[in-house]
């Protein structure tokens, strides 16, 4: 609000930020993610895969400590930042053997994917998107998906894409938001070939 000369007080309209939708953002196919796996050494293949796994923010990984990890219970405490939600998930065959293998050569830290040697700190957000941008030329991908953060994008759009609910998305994602898990999601023609299908059926029947 802001006082006018005349004392009278005027709203003044809002700007409101208009959320992208991301269905049609750049992503990793199935066969692309397989392709980086290939050319990753130890260290980036769990890294990899724990990004992917827990749609983590490129930040977020050098907050993991070791001790999050608890390899006899298959389990990870995901810490996220940003005001998401941190929670523990369980850990698949294919992101245990990669932390085991990992876990054997990893230099002594309290982080489980440490920073650069004489830090105290864990892996940075900037080593992340070298290591990334590395594999992905490596790999002979476009420079499209060059950020780490097309794992996360990546990794909702397959959940969406096998059919998983936009609750449990949310949840793999760390959303706080519901709102922020529904940007990927549209309606299709099949979507609204279906509405109008059922929508006819159910008229129909209520004017028998």
């Known amino acids: 609000m802001v006082e006018m000369e005349a004392g009278v007080r005027q709203h003044l309209p809002v700007k409101r930020r208009v959320r992208k939708r991301l269905d049609h953002a750049p992503y990793l196919t199935q066969a692309d993610l397989a392709t980086v796996l290939r050319v990753c050494d130890l260290r980036l293949r769990a890294l990899v895969l724990v ?10 990984p050098g907050t993991l400590a070791r001790t999050d990890w608890r390899a006899a219970r298959r389990e990870l405490y995901v810490r996220r930042c940003k005001g998401s939600i941190s929670a523990t998930h369980a850990v698949p065959d294919a992101v245990h053997e990669a932390l085991v293998a990992w876990d054997a050569t990893r230099p002594s830290s309290p982080w489980l994917f440490p920073g650069r040697a004489g830090t105290s700190r864990g892996i940075s957000a900037s080593m992340v998107r070298h290591l990334w941008r ?7 991908l476009s420079p499209r998906v060059a950020y780490p953060h097309v794992l996360k994008h990546s990794r909702c759009v397959h959940l969406r894409d096998a059919g998983a609910r936009p609750e449990a998305i949310q949840q793999v994602a760390g959303h706080e938001q519901l709102t922020s898990t529904l940007r990927y999601f549209h309606v299709t023609e099949e979507d ?13 029947a209520l004017v028998r």
């Open 51 to 60: 990004l992917y796994t827990y749609a983590l923010r490129v930040s977020e």
């Open 192 to 204: 609204r070939a279906v509405i109008r299908t059922a929508t006819d059926g159910a008229l129909a």
């Open 134 to 140: 590395q594999a992905v030329a490596t790999a002979g």
